[in-house]
């Protein structure tokens, strides 16, 4: 699964950016704390990671995709999993996790925008 950019995720295709959204909802779920080798998702806090899911999800909400709000609650795990409690996040967290989002990102914005070209 490739990190996009939150600036570019408007410019994704609807079906690559539900895919991203399906498998953030899977990550969420049952891949939480089982770090893999190659997992980009574990250099986030769960606040940011959240928050990026939230991102997705509101820009599939804005073209008209129905996504479970459920999924906007960050304590939301899935079905399966119920409400997370253990941590707490900030209430208004875009500034310092984007700040963090894009230490992490692997790719330029430029590098993604040429991939989304071809």
Request: one cysteine or more; charged letters at 20%; proline letters at 4%.
């Amino acid at each position: 699964m490739r990190l996009w950019h939150p600036s570019l995720l408007q410019e994704l295709p609807t079906k690559r950016l539900s895919i991203l959204h399906m498998s953030l909802c899977k990550i969420k779920s049952n891949r939480w704390n089982k770090p893999t080798a190659k997992a980009w998702y574990y250099n986030l806090s769960w606040g940011c990671f959240c928050w990026y899911h939230c991102t997705v999800i509101k820009e599939l909400q804005g073209r008209d995709v129905n996504v479970s709000l459920q999924w906007l609650d960050w304590r939301y795990r899935g079905k399966r999993f119920g409400l997370f409690n253990g941590i707490s996040i900030e209430e208004n967290p875009t500034i310092p996790y984007l700040t963090t989002f894009e230490e992490i990102c692997a790719e330029t914005v430029e590098k993604q925008k040429s991939l989304l070209v071809s």
